[in-house]
């Protein structure tokens, strides 16, 4: 393609730096600091903030911005559906859910309304959370381009280039990170995609409760296939995460690098269970944006030094200058511990609880929660994750053997028992389901709407037992402590140690009369605190 001359590219070049400017230093922290407070006094001071920027001229509509139109969408699907916190008063998350609604219809009439959208979405709605970070930075971007070009008023050519730069290196960065973070773990670059074994992820993912439909049989026959191909597929995923470096060399590089990585999500999803379903729309959605684009209206966003300048702010945010991608640079090994909880329900019945009914908590009770709840040493991160390649080798290398591993969590574990957080989980459990077997709403969907529901992010809805539903009210919850390993000589699953490190009794349920008042003291602190938004 034809190289446009310096000068537009150095006007695109400061839109650019205008707008990263601003997302870092203006519309990320004034998110913070609005999702920190009550809902009404975040919208009201959003809304105050905002208003100067009714007097100045908004930025013509275009491609970009229906994408953006989508993205915010998708978000409000997943906070307006997401289950209430049952511990805390209704009423005012019902409201937050509504105000929520509200203000993605501003927001798509005068994008400056974001603002108050993100006071709500990023505070009580839980917006914060993993895997939901790309996408609201996409939009914290689109609404700092907003701003500059309200104000700047530069040409609309350079805008546009501009605002396809920043979105771009938004979404690239969240991949080129994580390929960092791998060249970092070993002594070579090189090392992490030759050496680690990345079928024992698919392994560790169903110990911990992805897929436990299948036969362990056909699982063995599988990952004994994906052996064989560990260090292609690193290789590859190499590749596709570090393709953001070099992606705004040609416009179709760039659409082709954003199906890459939603197809790379697809992939993990698959054979972990962990589905970054608002990456794989938002990529999807950009590389469709890009290509209804007018070439001629964004061609100094493409082109060698369109490239220069989005390496800059690729490796400024991996640097954690700008925002902050996650690092997701890790060992994987065979060996899980992980806490289980189970209900009994009134009639006797035994179930599973799994982290999809834990909704608005999915995601913390599909990773490591409940470890201090227990005085074992643990050795690993969420799915049997490791960060020495010699740990991993020594779980490997132990072979399911009890005394072996019990050596290696005295040396290498950490033990994570704390009596506190031992008890906030508890009270709120035991204030969740009393509530429940009161009959208090769980879901703001009517029944027949629950399919409509955003899905989650963590897909460990299987295990040994069938999964609760609410089918009947519960009278005790059992947390255990359960320790499996895959055994890669022969294919086997094993479990290694399984004890119970709490029972909640929660007698005969109470009416809704009897346990207002009980509840309305409860509180969730036993769920993690909230990431940076």
């Known amino acids: 393609m034809s190289t446009p001359a310096s000068p537009s590219y ?29 809902t009404p006094l975040a919208v009201s001071a959003a809304l105050a903030v905002s208003a100067p920027l009714a007097l100045l001229p908004s930025p013509p509509p275009g491609p970009l911005r229906w994408f953006v139109v989508s993205v915010l969408a998708l978000l409000t699907w997943r906070g307006a559906t997401s ?3 049952v511990t805390l008063p209704i009423g005012p998350q019902r409201r937050d859910k509504l105000v929520l609604l509200f203000l993605a219809v501003a927001s798509c009439l005068w994008a400056p309304a974001m603002l108050a959208w993100f006071a709500v979405y990023c505070g009580r709605l839980r917006g914060w959370q993993h895997h939901g970070m790309m996408p609201v930075r996409l939009l914290k971007a689109y609404l700092a381009w907003f701003v500059v070009t309200a104000v700047l008023d530069p040409p609309p050519s350079d805008s546009t280039a501009g605002l396809v730069l920043v979105l771009g290196c938004v979404s690239l960065s969240h991949y080129v990170k994580p390929a960092w973070s791998k060249a970092r773990l070993g002594p070579r ?37 994906g052996a064989g191909i560990d260090r292609p597929i690193n290789l590859l995923t190499m590749i596709v995460e570090s393709a953001g470096l070099v992606a705004f060399l040609d416009r179709r590089l ?9 197809l790379f999500n697809l992939v993990v999803a698959l054979a972990s269970g962990i589905l970054f ?100 040493p643990v050795l690993h991160g969420h799915l049997g994750i490791v960060w ?31 009596e506190q957080r031992s008890a906030e989980h508890v009270t709120f459990l035991t204030a969740m389901f009393t509530r429940l077997n009161a009959g208090t709403r769980k879901s703001p ?89």
């Open 10 to 38: 150095v006007a695109t070049a400061a839109v650019v730096a205008a707008v990263v400017t601003c997302y870092r230093f203006g519309v990320s922290p004034a998110v913070r600091a609005l999702a920190r407070h009550p």
């Open 83 to 85: 289950d209430y916190d």
């Open 277 to 376: 379903w608002e990456n794989i729309a938002a990529n999807i959605g950009l590389a469709t944006a890009l290509g209804l684009l007018s070439s001629t209206g964004s061609d100094t966003a493409f082109g060698w030094p369109a490239a220069l300048v989005a390496l800059t702010v690729i490796l400024l945010s991996a640097a954690d200058l700008l925002w902050q991608p996650w690092h997701l640079g890790w060992w994987d090994s065979p060996f899980t511990a992980r806490i289980h909880w189970q209900v009994e329900t009134v009639s006797g019945a035994t179930r599973g609880l799994y982290n999809d009914y834990m909704c608005p908590y999915e995601r913390e009770f599909g990773r490591v929660e409940g470890y201090f709840l227990s005085g074992e």
């Open 189 to 225: 670059p090189w090392s992490w995609a030759w050496h680690n074994r990345t079928h024992y992820l698919m392994a560790s993912a169903y110990s911990w409760g992805w897929a436990r439909f299948l036969p362990s049989r056909a699982v063995s026959r599988l990952l004994r296939r």
């Open 445 to 533: 969907l009517p029944r027949w709407l629950r399919r409509l529901k955003a899905p989650g992010g963590q897909l460990y809805r299987w295990g040994d037992l069938p999964a609760y539903r609410g089918e009947e009210p519960v009278r005790r919850i059992t947390i255990r402590y359960v320790e499996r390993c895959y055994l890669p000589q022969t294919g086997d699953f094993v479990t290694l140690a399984g004890h119970v490190v709490r029972e909640i009794d929660l007698g005969a349920p109470m009416t809704d009369q009897e346990d207002n008042t009980s509840c309305a003291r409860s509180s969730s602190t036993a769920a993690p605190t909230s990431e940076s938004c």
């Open 254 to 262: 760039l659409i082709a690098t954003l199906v890459a990585t939603a």
């Open 388 to 418: 020495d390649r010699r740990l991993r080798d020594l779980l490997v290398q132990a072979g399911g053997a009890r005394d072996r591993l019990y050596a290696l969590k005295q040396t290498y574990g950490r033990t994570h028992r704390d």
